[in-house]
């Protein structure tokens, strides 16, 4: 056990110190891995920051009950107390007409405009948050038909058209992005696979020398593993670069830009988890991509 | 050890290279293999290496039947077989002490035993020291030899060379030879082919000439020849 693991570190190094020697071509493939993984982990960074900023699904289904502009604060309590002894309903936030409007005046910039106002033209307003069992669109549907029966109840609002449309959106780019990485990690295995059988062919002298003092086809194979692990490992890891540039470099103004819509969204890189499979990944890609070329050009080389 | 019963070898460009060929060779025999350039001395080394395969026929080394052996068997076979090329097949990027310890860094021998034995096969073909040296810097008879200590140090029970003295001059071919001798006095099969016939006169061992793939004469076999199973062997055409 002991010598297995001497002779794969040894076999390790040694692919590594052959690669060293040609920094320029390690360089070029490495950089080439690094660029192709980046661009679906860029997307995939993506999508999970609107997802983020669009604050999931739950937020989504909420419903709003304004009030009419005749009803009191007592008669919208009371209307938010029946909302809230309901089964469908897991919670309910009553929004008093002088908290929505300082809430506006906050978040929209018309601060001064509202003051012109006399009165307060926003009504009472309840966020009915439909219990998890039930989020589904038809017992949504009765939620809302039911809520606008209630006393003093003007409108019920259900924003599901555009979250479902932005929700498909999504997913659609999620799976281009699927997709795209799929196709990356073709074209990563295609040039993984190409440079080992170059690597293969340059030291072909050297495998059938090999072969014919007894060395197995797995034992010819080991170092060129090793070569497609590490072109792996360093296309990972530019690849992380690129993405970590990336989120720095728009990391700034995506944070100007929400901090003028009122929110403290900031983007977020790949995270350790999402670091870790990139890097991971692009090790499996070129051990993988290295494994079909060699299985395939060894067999092929016998001495004579 | 060897023992090649009705042999044929034709290859796909339609020599043929063997043809019926018998010959048996004994554990702890030295056999000098001579014959024109040609006459199938060099297939019959590939033969026995699995370089080859025979194309009819059996031929057994060291107990196994090499025409039927499985591909994936070759390789722990040919690490009991010590194999010195004309042309010496050394890695001329690589140092000679990573070429002579090759075959033991493929059998999985720890480092160490392998610093020793390569130290022990240089040291027997009189090259201890040149460790660190590349072939390209040793003269053609010290990159023969180098190829006799890669042969020699996986301690195989059979050593088989390819015209070893094929580019050298007489003093260094004789010791060369030399070197193969003191190597079947401790026990090792030694098979050598070559065309040097004024070489091998002066050593006392076994010779079989071959001409055109078939036993053309040289020393009787110690053992008795086997009884030539006359089957109806249509001449391939």
């Known amino acids: 056990m002991k010598q297995w693991l001497e ?19 390690t360089m070029l493939t490495i950089l080439v891995i690094g660029i192709a993984l980046a661009l679906p982990a860029c997307l995939h960074v993506l999508v999970q920051n609107v997802r983020a900023a669009s604050g999931g699904w739950s937020n989504a289904l909420d419903v709003s009950v304004y009030m009419k502009q005749s009803a009191t604060l007592e008669e919208a309590k009371s209307v938010a107390d029946r909302v809230r002894k309901r089964r469908d309903v897991s919670d309910v936030t009553l929004v008093s007409a002088d908290e929505a409007l300082e809430e506006f005046r906050k978040g929209s910039g018309f601060g001064e405009a509202l003051d012109a106002l006399k009165d307060n033209p926003l009504p009472h307003a309840l966020i009915v948050r439909p219990a998890e069992e039930f989020r589904d669109p038809a017992h949504v549907a009765t939620l809302t038909s039911e809520l606008k029966t209630l006393p003093g109840v003007d409108v019920v609002q259900l924003d599901t058209e555009w979250v479902s449309r ?68 360093g296309g990972g890891a530019i690849a992380w670069l690129i993405v970590a540039i990336v989120i720095m470099v728009l990391g700034d103004p995506v944070q100007r830009i929400a901090g003028l819509y009122g929110s403290s969204f900031a983007l977020h ?36 | ?89 050394l890695l001329m990027d690589r140092p000679v002490y990573d070429n002579v310890g090759l075959p033991l860094v493929i059998a999985g021998v720890p480092e160490k035993e392998i610093t020793k034995r390569v130290r022990a ?23 023969q030899r180098v190829g006799i200590a890669r042969a020699i140090v996986g301690k195989p029970s059979l050593l088989i060379a390819d015209e070893p003295t094929g580019n050298l001059d007489p003093d260094l071919a004789v010791e060369i030879m030399n070197i193969f001798k003191r190597f079947n006095e401790v026990g ?50």
């Not at chain 1, 990356?184 to 440079?195: D, H, S």
């Not at chain 2, 293999?33 to 031929?59: D, N, Q, Y």
Request: proline fraction near 5%; glycine fraction near 12%.
């Open chain 2, 121 to 143: 096969a240089l040291d027997q073909v009189g090259l201890l020291g040149r460790e660190q040296n590349r072939p390209i810097e040793l003269s053609t008879g010290e990159q």
């Open chain 1, 166 to 233: 932005f929700n498909a959106i999504l997913d659609v780019v999620r799976r281009v992005v699927f997709l795209a990485a799929g196709l990356f990690a073709l074209g990563i295995l295609v040039i993984v696979g190409n440079t080992i059988r170059l690597d293969i062919e340059n030291r072909r002298d050297e495998i059938e020398v090999t072969k014919l003092v007894g060395g197995s086809d797995a034992f010819v194979r080991r170092p060129f593993l090793y070569n497609g692990v590490w072109y792996g490992l």
């Open chain 1, 7 to 25: 002779r794969h570190v040894q076999t390790m190094v040694g692919s590594l110190g052959r690669l060293w020697q040609q920094p320029f071509a």
């Open chain 2, 188 to 237: 090792v099969t030694v098979l050598v082919a070559t065309h040097d016939v004024h070489l091998i006169e002066r050593y006392g061992v076994r010779r079989v000439i071959i001409e055109a793939g078939r036993v053309a004469g040289g020393d009787a076999e110690p053992p008795p020849p086997l009884p030539s199973i006359v089957v109806d062997r249509v001449e391939p055409s």
């Open chain 2, 1 to 89: 050890m060897i023992r090649f019963d009705n042999v044929w070898k034709r290859y796909p460009n339609g020599r043929e290279a063997l043809c019926d060929f018998t010959l048996g060779i004994e554990r702890g025999e030295m056999v000098f293999l001579t014959g024109h350039s040609g006459a199938g001395k060099s297939t019959l080394l590939k033969l026995i290496a699995v370089i080859e395969r025979p194309t009819r026929g059996t031929l057994v080394v060291n107990g196994q039947n090499t025409a039927t052996m499985p591909r994936k068997k070759i390789p722990s076979f040919r690490r009991d077989i010590g194999i010195v090329f004309q042309d010496h097949k």
């Open chain 1, 269 to 304: 890189g790949l995270g350790v988890e999402g670091s870790l499979a990139l890097v991971l990944g692009a090790i499996l890609l070129g051990w993988f991509g290295s494994f079909i070329a060699a299985t395939r050009e060894l067999r092929g080389i016998e001495p004579k």
